[in-house]
């Protein structure tokens, strides 16, 4: 398995691009995660945190699929997260 190198946000395609030794990239479209997980202000203003201040704990969420639950624990039971009641 290849040893990521760097995990940052380029603000010049909205993206947080993981790139690895070997040469491969991982781009993660932050406009697109948005729009399918954050219905509310407070979650659109909590991943814009992440993205800016954590890229790689962010990118982790995403990749894992974690990112919906990471949403309603930090916002709480009525935050706009997609799915919530």
């Known amino acids: 398995m290849s040893k990521l190198l760097s995990c940052e946000f380029n603000i010049d395609t909205g993206n947080v691009e993981?790139?690895?030794t070997d040469g491969s990239m991982i781009s993660i479209d932050c406009t697109e995660v948005e729009k399918e997980v954050a219905m509310s202000i407070n979650a659109?203003?909590?991943l814009d945190w992440l993205i800016y201040n954590a890229p790689l704990d962010y990118a982790e969420l995403v990749l894992c699929g974690n990112l919906e639950g990471y949403l309603r624990q930090v916002s709480g039971p009525h935050s706009g997260i997609?799915?919530?009641s």
Request: no cysteine.
């Open 18 to 20: 993981l790139r690895y």
């Open 44 to 46: 659109r203003s909590e």
């Open 82 to 84: 997609e799915g919530n």
